[in-house]
């Protein structure tokens, strides 16, 4: 495959070069001598001889960006070994989601449930929902769905947005659109929803990062960078990022969030730095930093992020980390400490840790806590900020691979019958009726409040691959593949095991179908990885000496 890397761009980053890839750590078979030379950005993993059982020729030929769709998977027709019957089933699943505007497909609606009563929003294109689905595509070698959605979703961040009077800024991206056809009039419209129409009402703060990644993603995945360089595509960037680099009263470097604004989408209690928002804010940064041009408006940009990337990665791993060590350093905080000399920066009072934390935490792992804000720290596991927290080397090699450990030492908890637990524990009784407001979908075990989500499927694979444990992985897509396919892919599980379908969950949800095969594809073939993974940069490699913070 001929120039997958983003040369053009990532050539002049001036953020260090990372670390090459072994890809010796993601295959649990022989390997082959690999050519070890440019960045690990700078080439994709999918330019590599892997030297399977297949011949590099074959190789570069089953992956050409040019090849027609088939009906049957490019990913399983790859493969000497007969693929699971849930593969074929998936796929086809997965392509009657798809949603034409004027005779193109620009994405996937949420959920082709015909049984439910209540459509609701689920018929809509939703921006987070629509990534798994894009990466399917683009391993499939179907990458033209993807650009006709990117281009879309572009070209309604151009849209004035206003709520109640009140108007969003230029960069906010839609939480979703909808294609209306009209058969006598033989037109298409489009409807698209910044938050004016969501439950709560809160905009989407997720889905301008999830954009910059999709568009990082196709542009590895293709080697076609002529997208990224458009001006529309530069434009779409810095307003997405003047949003959030913009200077304030914030003394922090992590960005300050309502609940409702991420994949978390109702009351949860995540008000301010929610982990999965400060890890997507990350990959962002990583991704449009490669991507940015280098003239006037781009170079300027290009020095902020940096300046923020560097500043967020060690508040990130210094404040929101957590093993076994800094829980009982915390557990031994002064408090009411004043100036710089502080060690309890935060004034966190060692009486808030929850009981449950103390036996959850072993000896061995560590993860990153859900938020760290004044007098508070929330301690719940969330997958998707820690998975993306891998993926983006948010997290160092050794956080990564403790988040791994835990995962391994906690999985009656975190896995059990079905992969993954979004968020953990539950939130209970009076605790639950003041944070989530006695949300009657978030009960304990259900939904958000530590229900069960297949689509996290594929972000686990991913990490488990990243740091070199696929095993994890396999044994996750085991349990998804005993139940996934006879329960007709619901969209979440209830349950302290995930042994319950969600009582409102809906059934052929898009983004659980895609989550499996994307997790499917990525075993199989390990090189996918390098459209969803930057690996560490050194510069911003932190000293082993530890924060003042956590040091008694």
Same mark, same amino acid.
């Given at each position: ?26 295959? @649990?078979?022989? +390997? ?24 590099? @020729? ?16 490019? $990913? ?19 392509? +009657? ?87 006598? +009039? ?164 060692? @009486? ?52 791994? @450990? ?105 983004? $659980? ?40």
């Amino acid at each position: 495959m001929e120039g997958t890397g983003l040369k053009s761009v990532g050539s002049h980053c001036s953020i260090s070069e990372m670390d090459d890839y072994d890809l010796s750590k993601l295959l @649990d078979k022989p +390997r082959l001598n690999i050519e070890r030379q440019r960045s690990f950005d700078e080439r994709s993993l999918s330019e590599l001889s892997i030297g399977l059982s297949r011949g590099l @020729d074959n190789y570069e030929s089953a992956y050409s960006p040019g090849r027609s769709a088939l009906d049957t998977p490019a $990913s399983s027709a790859r493969n000497s070994f007969e693929p699971h019957p849930m593969v074929a089933e998936a796929w086809d699943a997965l392509r +009657r989601s798809l949603v034409h505007f004027r005779g193109q497909p620009v994405g996937t609606i949420a959920a082709v449930d015909h049984a439910s009563e209540e459509v609701l929003n689920y018929d809509q294109v939703f921006v987070r929902d629509f990534v798994p689905s894009a990466l399917a595509f683009l391993m499939n070698g179907e990458p033209d769905i993807v650009k006709n959605f990117l281009l879309k979703t572009l070209q309604l961040q151009g849209w004035e947005k206003r709520v109640d009077r009140f108007k969003l800024g230029e960069g906010v991206m839609p939480a979703s659109f909808k294609v209306l056809h009209d058969p006598v +009039r033989k037109t298409d419209t489009i409807m698209a929803d910044f938050g004016e129409s969501a439950i709560g009402r809160v905009a989407p703060v997720d889905s301008g990062f999830w954009w910059i990644i999709l568009l990082r993603a196709y542009t590895k995945s293709t080697g076609d960078v002529s997208l990224a360089e458009t001006p529309e595509c530069q434009r779409g960037m810095r307003l997405i990022l003047s949003l959030c680099l913009s200077e304030g009263f914030d003394t922090f470097p992590t960005l300050l969030c309502a609940d409702g604004c991420s994949m978390i989408d109702r009351r949860m209690g995540v008000y301010g730095y929610p982990i999965e928002i400060q890890a997507l804010f990350f990959m962002a940064l990583r991704s449009a930093l490669v991507m940015m041009k280098h003239d006037t408006e781009g170079s300027e940009f290009i020095e902020r992020i940096v300046k923020r990337l560097h500043a967020l990665s060690y508040h990130m791993r210094s404040y929101f980390w957590l093993d076994f060590q800094q829980l009982n350093d915390i557990y031994r905080y002064k408090t009411e400490e004043y100036s710089h000399t502080a060690v309890n920066k935060f004034n966190v009072i060692p @009486d808030s840790i929850p009981e449950w934390v103390f036996e959850f935490m072993p000896t061995r792992g560590g993860y990153f806590i859900g938020n760290v804000s004044p007098a508070r720290m929330d301690f719940r596991w969330f997958a998707l900020g820690n998975c993306i927290a891998i993926l983006s080397s948010l997290a160092t090699p050794e956080q990564a691979s403790a988040i791994m @450990d835990l995962i391994e030492a906690r999985w009656d908890e975190l896995v059990a019958e079905m992969p993954l637990k979004i968020s953990y524990p539950a939130l209970e009784n009076h605790e639950w009726r003041l944070i989530t407001g006695c949300d009657p979908k978030n009960t304990r075990w259900s939904y958000h409040n530590g229900g069960s989500w297949p689509v996290l499927l594929w972000l686990l694979t991913a990490a488990c691959i990243k740091t070199g444990r696929p095993q994890i992985a396999r044994r996750a897509i085991d349990l998804a593949e005993s139940r996934l396919s006879k329960d007709v892919w619901p969209e979440y599980y209830d349950g302290k095991v995930g042994r319950y379908i969600g009582k409102q969950a809906r059934k052929y949800q898009t983004w $659980s179908i895609a989550g499996y095969l994307v997790a499917k594809m990525l075993l199989e073939d390990p090189s996918h990885l390098g459209m969803m993974a930057l690996e560490e940069d050194k510069q911003m490699k932190p000293v082993i000496k530890r924060s003042a913070s956590w040091t008694c």
